[in-house]
């Protein structure tokens, strides 16, 4: 049962666009979304991250977008740089859980100069 | 560097024999995670522990186990080791462990191959 789904598992954008990485889940009581970006024989790095009592959250190139109706978010990176070109994890978590996270399967971004 | 150190970085080992993978939190940071990433799996919570005591658990076999000692360093111990344990295994580690709203650091992982 795949309660954080990415249903892309690669992109591929110009540097300087916009990318757009995508996350469904099914599970109504997650309340806190991550995006972790990871490159090969490295752990996963933090970042970005959003509560169920908001929609929008921005750090600098990077904002997610939460729509709880849809049970989606969405990863935004403007401008794409080909350092970005990683793994993207989308993952959930729920209080009475503790904190741990329920992952997607991930997104491979390369961006291409 | 995310802070959390895990060692070691690989293991290589035989189908029936026992593993210990290790991991030190980040300075200050009470919760430490293990996950497991194998080729056909994304990252799979197996389990949590906060501050000494068991919080959450996932999917984890009976045949695997952990503890945090009371450094709040943490081991995960892998036992009649199978074929299909071979994965890369990361910790993680957060300030608490209580609410929900707090970010996981990862450790760059042990890859485990068992022949």
């Known amino acids: 049962d795949q309660q954080v789904k990415q249903n892309s598992p690669s992109l591929s954008v110009q540097e300087g666009r916009i990318s757009i990485l995508n996350c469904d889940y099914t599970?109504?009581?997650?309340?806190?979304f991550l995006w972790y970006k990871k490159y090969p024989a490295e752990g996963p790095t933090f970042l970005i991250s959003i509560s169920s009592i908001k929609d929008k959250n921005e750090d600098g190139r990077f904002t997610v977008f939460l729509n709880k109706s849809a049970k989606h978010l969405s990863l935004h990176i403007v401008p794409s740089q080909p350092g970005d070109s990683a793994v993207y994890f989308c993952?959930?978590?729920?209080?009475?859980?503790?904190?741990?996270?329920?992952f997607g399967q991930g997104t491979e971004l390369s961006v291409k100069p | 560097d995310s802070g959390v150190t895990q060692t070691p970085k690989h293991l290589i080992t035989a189908t029936g024999q026992r593993v210990t993978l290790r991991c030190s939190p980040r300075?200050?940071?009470?919760?430490v995670y293990w996950y497991q990433q194998s080729l056909d799996q994304g990252l799979q919570f197996l389990i949590q522990y906060y501050n000494g005591e068991e919080r959450a658990k996932g999917n984890i076999l009976e045949r695997f186990s952990a503890q945090q000692f009371p450094d709040l360093h943490s081991e995960l111990n892998l036992s009649s080791l199978e074929l299909g344990d071979s994965a890369l295994y990361f910790c993680?580690?957060?300030?608490?462990?209580?609410?929900?709203?707090?970010?996981?650091?990862f450790g760059p992982g042990t890859r485990l191959t068992v022949l």
């Open positions: 599970n109504s009581m997650f309340d806190y």
């Open positions: 993952a959930a978590s729920y209080g009475n859980q503790g904190g741990k996270l329920i």
């Open positions: 300075s200050g940071d009470l919760s």
């Open positions: 993680a580690s957060s300030t608490t462990g209580t609410y929900s709203y707090n970010e996981q650091f």
